[in-house]
């Protein structure tokens, strides 16, 4: 056997895995005097392939001046290391990443020339592959946000971003879905809408997102109720055995560019139509779904903020649908305030078990919410006629049968189990009395994040009031939930400075 030459000798490197959680961005750590480092020119934040024998992953380097690392050792990332399917000690190559073609298509849109499906498909294998750092992804959002894609470029769009993950399998004819754009907090109507849907024997394979900016993913709520982080087999015999899931859809590799979008998406402030469409229909079809109903909240602190961008979004929806042979119905929905009570994880899926066990404090905005959209399956599925869905899912609760699936599929998922709850609590209350006139969605779920949520299940809001609510002065208008003295603090004074969160209206 020949002696390998000595520049490849010179770039491999022991690995070490750092436990560094950098979210989903690759990143490697190398010593200063490392002499790949010297031999390649690498200078910290450079763009560094990395090759073991089972991956390939472009990531961003760091150097230390430590002894951290030996010479001869790369740290890595847990994205990284996850990528690499590496352990501990065991070799990879270093050396520049290949040039990067499909940035070339990327800057002819820019220009506003039209992308082909090719062109898509190239693009979304590199951005998975990491070889986009968020520089180039903010380039890619900002082209489709300004040089807005035609019909063709969105289907383009959205199938490229199903081609580069999973895509399930299934042998029933019909599999519902539903999703909501989001934007609204404590809209948490998903584990709900299943457990109805799978009651009334439909099939309904349902996969949600994390938070990535928000205080609570549907999957962080399901989390406090039972575990979502499911194999593709164990997502499977799930369904097959109750009819139903809610895992989260990252475990199952479902459309994973999309997170990478929307992650640079919310740093930028940039809602851009086509990637909004392509993220929620591309996670759709990787599901294999063929019934979706999709809520569109309106409000001025929602997502989408007239009733004509809601009808034009809707369009795209159903036509771009439509090409995948998707059956769509859309939701208008009153956008303007908080759904339910809680906004944060565990404090939502109190609300969602209430509605579940009938309570007679559960929210009834969460539950009508609900059974509107499970109806509206209920019809698609044809287990109702037109116009009685909405019945037949209000029945579904109220006998108890919804309560009955929905913790088989908890059963089913790894067990049932109880939410916790936050050690620490402080009302905001009411500066005077008025008639409550304006709530502010955005800045309500900041105060939901500086308490703690989703990284603290338990943190969070409890809401007290809704629009045209009458309060008296010293009535409490919401209380935050926190683990901590000092997030608790964090998000009280954040609180204080935003007194108008809640806006109340007086009669003087």
């Known amino acids: 056997m020949n002696d390998p030459d000595p520049h490849e000798r010179s770039n491999n490197l022991r690995v070490r895995c750092l436990d560094l959680d950098t979210r989903d961005r690759p990143l490697i750590v190398l010593r200063k005097d490392s ?74 849109k820019v220009h506003g020339r039209k992308l082909r499906a090719g062109e898509f498909d190239e693009i979304m294998r590199d951005i998975v592959r990491g070889r986009y750092d968020d520089i180039q992804l903010a380039m890619l959002l900002t082209a489709i946000a300004a040089r807005t894609l035609d019909d063709d470029e969105l289907y383009g769009l959205t199938d490229a971003m199903v081609n580069v ?109 086509a990637q909004l469409v392509a993220s929620v229909l591309s996670k759709k079809v990787a599901a294999g779904s063929t019934h979706v109903v999709l809520d569109l909240p309106v409000g001025s602190t929602a ?31 009153d956008g303007r305030q908080p759904v339910g009570r809680g906004i944060g994880p565990a404090l939502e899926a109190h609300d969602v078990l209430a509605v579940f066990q009938n309570h007679d404090n559960a929210p009834a905005d969460l539950r009508q919410r609900a059974v509107r959209l499970a109806g509206m399956l209920l019809e698609a599925g044809q287990r109702a006629p037109a116009g009685q869905g ?21 059963e089913a998922q790894g067990g049932l189990r109880e939410p916790p709850v936050a050690e620490r609590s402080e009302a905001v209350c009411a500066p005077h009395s008025g008639r409550v006139e304006h709530i502010d969605n955005r800045r309500l779920a900041q105060v939901a994040k500086l308490a703690g949520a989703p990284g603290a299940p338990a943190a969070g809001i409890e809401l007290h009031v809704h629009l045209d609510d009458e309060v008296n002065s010293g009535d409490p208008l919401y209380t935050i939930h926190a683990e901590t003295d000092g997030e608790l603090g964090y998000a009280r004074e954040f609180a204080g400075n935003n007194g108008d969160i809640i806006a109340l209206e007086t009669d003087a």
């Open 303 to 333: 997502k989408i903020r007239s009733r004509e961008e809601a009808e034009q979004l809707a369009r795209r929806l159903c036509t771009t649908a439509e090409r995948f042979g998707m059956s769509t119905d859309i939701v208008i929905s």
């Open 165 to 273: 993950g999973e895509r399930l399998r299934w042998d029933m004819p019909m599999r519902m879905d539903k999703h909501c754009v989001g934007g609204l907090p404590g809209n948490r109507t998903t584990p709900l809408v299943v457990a109805i849907v799978a009651a009334n024997d439909l099939v309904i394979p349902k996969t949600s997102s994390r938070a990535i900016t928000s205080p609570a993913g549907t999957a962080d709520t399901m989390e406090t109720l039972a575990p979502v982080s499911l194999s593709l087999g164990h997502m499977q015999r799930v369904v097959e055995r109750t009819g139903g899931c809610v895992v989260w859809g990252g475990s199952v590799g479902l459309s994973p560019v999309d997170d990478l979008l929307i992650r640079v998406a919310k740093v930028m402030d940039l809602d851009a139509e």
């Open 390 to 410: 909405t019945a037949l899912a209000e029945h579904t609760l109220d006998s108890g049968r919804a309560w009955q699936r929905f913790q088989a599929i908890c």
């Open 35 to 108: 002499p790949v480092c010297r031999a390649e020119g690498f200078v910290s934040h450079a763009r560094v392939r990395v090759d073991s024998p089972q991956q390939s992953v472009v990531a961003t380097l760091y150097q230390t001046g430590s002894e951290l690392l030996a010479p001869d050792e790369i740290g890595l990332s847990t994205a990284a290391w996850k990528v690499l399917q590496v352990r501990d000690g065991q070799q990879v190559h270093v050396a520049h990443p290949h040039p990067l073609r499909s940035i070339s298509s990327v800057r002819g």
